[in-house]
């Protein structure tokens, strides 16, 4: 098995963009992980928005 790079989904890409971009650099998809991002105020927390990333490993 190779080396296994993550690529995240820019803010102004689409998902399939960015598999298309993993594919171009000869990668493939292996894994998809979203991960949440916070927001502290006014004593709570709130999920400010999920990230998108993929695990991919060349081909």
């Known amino acids: 098995m190779g080396k296994k790079i ?17 594919a171009r650099d000869g990668y493939e998809p292996v894994r ?7 927001r502290e105020g006014n004593n709570e927390v709130e999920v400010a928005e999920q990230r998108v990333q993929f695990e991919a490993r060349k081909k």
């Open 6 to 22: 993550t690529y995240e989904v820019e803010k102004n890409e689409t998902i399939a963009e960015c598999l298309d971009r993993i």
């Open 32 to 38: 998809r992980m979203e991960k949440p991002v916070f």
